[in-house]
């Protein structure tokens, strides 16, 4: 009942933003919408009309104006991906986390209903998936992570086989997330990590404390093994944060096996097999799953890593400090899809657009972009319902907090900020291109003591 319910609301969503989910389940069949493209030439043209993309194009279309910028995104619906944890955690519904498109495209600029598929930065053009192509003087990558859910073993086709197995990454999958917990009965509720960088580092382990919370609250908890199997051989890989979630999870009996990667699912007998990594010779264990999690390995998303704007790893190759690419000075990047060395969030990209605003502005006037981006990321780590340490750090891993206080604690302040507060300043002020993160109220806060 539950797996048909969560189905049919996936099914519906899949209606109304096919291409997420052919991105997230299949990787290939972006929809597009039907709108015609009158004009194929911008001075600066984006790619990718999520977080980064849709910020960039408000604060460009208000420099530049009318006719100026061009942005090509598949989707006709824009989604907030962080709220996914709340929905898998049954605190909102996957419908609040979507708008249109439309909606969220700045006026001036114009909305390009394509994918591109061939970058070619030698000639400053973009071919699209209709097979237009875009000339750009100024190019902007923005096109996200891509979930490789095929890359496992039984996936992607055992999340319709099984309504205990579920996933907050795709939006065809985080609905399942609260009635599999619901519907837990006890035995192992499991939780994982993949072997590659992903997006929200923190949340696998997010929707792990507030299942152990649903079932400690529902009595559940003393027939329940809550594991995190994760590929890395850390919890987090900031240590201030790191040590106060040792202490979480300690405190809360949760089992962490490090350097365990998830290669296959067999929902049909609910075994879950994993690696250990770097054991010698190559050791495999399967346990027995009653719930199970899982985040997918990433990657760059194909057209970018069969591009010569990728690095070796199929990043767009991007100085760290100022978001240009390291060869092309006329192409830049911004969020996910950079090998920018830092945690992959929507607050990076608030970090970033800033940066890239004045990085691209001095470029515009042929002077060299000086270097301002300090790596901030952050990541509200919920641990339960009603509380959350919110971390905040740069580069170095050095914590970069906005409060005068310790946010290293579980706070109930910090929960309402992630789940009331948060997606207000995205939707109102990240995507009108009025939000470059918290440094200045840090500054007030810290009476200018700060960075
Ligand atoms: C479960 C979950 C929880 C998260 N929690 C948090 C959190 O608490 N805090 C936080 O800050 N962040 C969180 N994030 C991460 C955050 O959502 C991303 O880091 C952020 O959206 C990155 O923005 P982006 O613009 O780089 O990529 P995206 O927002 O993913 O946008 C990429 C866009 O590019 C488009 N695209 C891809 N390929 C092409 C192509 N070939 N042509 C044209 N367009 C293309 C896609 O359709 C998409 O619209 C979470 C993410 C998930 C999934």
Redesign the pocket.
């Given at each position: 009942m539950a797996l048909s319910n969560s189905l049919r609301q996936g099914r519906r969503l899949l209606c109304q933003h096919r291409?997420?989910v052919a991105?997230a389940i299949t990787h290939h069949d972006?929809s597009t919408s039907s709108q015609q493209q009158d004009k194929h030439s911008f001075k600066c043209l984006i790619?990718?009309?999520?977080?980064?993309?849709i910020a960039m194009a408000a604060k460009l279309a208000r420099k530049l104006g009318k006719g100026q910028v061009g942005l090509?995104?598949?989707?006709e619906n824009?989604v907030y991906?962080?709220m996914?944890?709340l929905v898998g955690g049954g605190l909102k519904k996957m419908e609040q986390s979507i708008r249109p498109q439309s909606d969220v495209m700045p006026k001036n600029c114009q909305w390009i209903a394509?994918?591109?598929?061939k970058f070619d930065p030698d000639n400053n053009t973009v071919v699209t998936g209709k097979g237009h192509e875009v000339k750009y003087e100024y190019l902007i990558l923005?096109?996200?992570?891509q979930l490789n859910y095929h890359l496992i073993k039984g996936l992607p086709e055992g999340f319709k086989a099984d309504p205990q197995l579920c996933s907050?990454?795709s939006m065809f999958t985080?609905p399942k997330t609260f009635p599999a917990i619901q519907n837990f009965q006890g035995g192992n509720a499991i939780f994982t990590f993949p072997n590659t960088p992903i997006?929200?580092a923190?949340?696998p382990q997010k929707i792990m404390y507030l299942a152990e919370d649903y079932f400690r609250k529902n009595g559940k908890r003393d027939s329940a093994n809550v594991i995190f199997n994760t590929s890395l051989g850390v919890i987090f890989g900031v240590k201030k944060y790191a040590d106060r979630l040792t202490d979480v999870y300690k405190s809360r009996g949760i089992t962490v096996n490090f350097k365990h990667n998830l290669i296959e699912v067999r929902p049909e007998k609910r075994e879950a097999v994993f690696e250990v990594l770097e054991s010698d010779p190559k050791e495999t264990v399967t346990f027995n799953y009653d719930m199970l999690h899982v985040t997918p390995p990433m990657s760059g998303?194909d057209?970018?890593r069969n591009s010569a704007l990728a690095d070796e790893n199929g990043y767009v190759d991007t100085v760290k400090e100022t978001l240009q690419h390291k060869k092309y000075p006329n192409v830049f990047g911004?969020?996910?899809?950079t090998n920018v060395p830092t945690s992959?969030?929507?607050?990076?990209?608030a970090g970033q657009c800033g940066v890239l605003l004045r990085t691209i502005s001095a470029v515009m006037k042929g002077k060299t972009p000086k270097p301002r981006y300090d790596g901030y990321t952050?990541?509200?780590l919920i641990t339960g319902y009603g509380k959350a340490i919110l971390a905040e750090f740069d580069f170095d891993g050095q914590p970069l907090e906005t409060f005068p206080f310790d946010q290293g604690r579980e706070m109930r302040t910090m929960y309402h900020l992630?789940k009331d507060i948060?997606p207000e300043i995205y939707w109102q002020m990240l995507l009108k291109g009025l939000w470059n993160g918290p440094r200045v109220y840090r500054k007030m806060m810290h009476l200018g003591l700060s960075r």
């Open positions: 291409g997420a991105v972006f790619v990718g009309g999520g977080a980064g993309g090509i995104e598949p989707h824009h991906q962080p996914w944890t394509d994918t591109a598929e923005a096109t996200g992570i907050n990454y985080a997006k929200c923190g949340a998303v057209s970018v911004i969020g996910d899809c992959k969030t929507a607050a990076a990209v952050s990541c509200p992630k948060m």
